[in-house]
């Protein structure tokens, strides 16, 4: 049988009984094959902005490190820092209702306010009762086992830091690694939080740390989905802050951090656009069939 007449009859099954051997392949093979079918390039610019919740997680890291630094020389008051501590937060409460404004379901929304107070006077209380117990919680280790196991806990809430928007009314579920970096920035926060003098410092470092790991993440991920503007003003204010605050105490922790911002906002973006180039994914009729399921999530209350 010719070289033509097989490749008229030739099928993708082995099952048949075929003139022809099993490891033939015709030349219309390739026809179909198609390099990069789904590839949607990036911009420079794009990435630019999406690399801005990193960088206000690390600012966040740098300016708590700042704050505990001067509670510990007595360069802050820290009733001074409590005050600071509540302004901000209702800063950033009208910020999140402003954003929300536009959601039609009102009593849901007044719900939620309900329960936000509620849970700020709780922690609030809580937080107070506990300072005296947390200041004397490390008193038997070493300032040295503190620092190492403090940064060992900063670094392991940056890596598993949920860095994704939160879209408005979503019902998604805490992914467990943003509870385990949340966690981890809260317990490192208590070790500092106990290598200070008084009741007052560890009440003020505390509420200060819930603020910027448990309720900044929330507001920064919803930022992410409507304001670009913002994200970008508040990426460049807390870096600033985070500078300022840390160069007079440690010039090398504020150069840290500037190589850390200028890699992970200006130098990796450009990384990413330089190396798509080499991106060669190929499709082909010898791939398996991927069924596509369309499901109507229901949400039951």
Known sequence: MSTEEWEAEWERVL???????????????????????????????????????????????????AVFMRLQQ???????????SAAVFL????????????????????????????????????????????KTLTAATSSDSIWALSACLFILNALL???????PQSHRRERLTSVLSMNAAISSSVVLASRLSDDISVFGLILFSVQTFALFPMLRRRIQDTASLLQIALTGLLSGLSIALTYPLSTTA?????????????????????????????????????????????LSR
């Open 91 to 134: 800063a950033g409460y009208m910020t999140w209702e402003i954003l929300d404004c536009s959601s039609p379901d009102n009593v849901a929304r007044y719900t939620n306010r309900a329960k936000t107070l509620k849970a700020s006077i709780l922690v609030f209380l809580a937080l107070m009762s506990l300072s005296p117990v947390l």
């Open 74 to 84: 007595r360069l802050l008051d820290p009733r001074a820092l409590v005050w600071i």
């Open 254 to 298: 504020a150069y840290l951090y500037s190589v850390c911002f200028t890699f992970v906002t200006f130098i990796a973006p450009a990384m990413l656009v330089w190396a798509q180039r080499y991106k060669n994914e190929i499709r082909g009729t010898w791939d398996p069939a991927v069924p596509k399921v369309y499901r109507r999530l229901s």
């Open 15 to 65: 099952w048949k009984k075929k003139p022809y051997p099993d490891n033939y392949v015709p030349r219309s093979f390739l026809a179909s094959l198609s390099k990069n079918p789904n590839f949607k390039p990036y911009t420079y610019w794009h990435l630019v902005i999406l690399s801005c919740p990193i960088s206000q997680h690390l600012a966040g890291i740098f300016l708590f490190l």
């Open 161 to 167: 830091a949920d860095y994704t928007a939160l879209r």
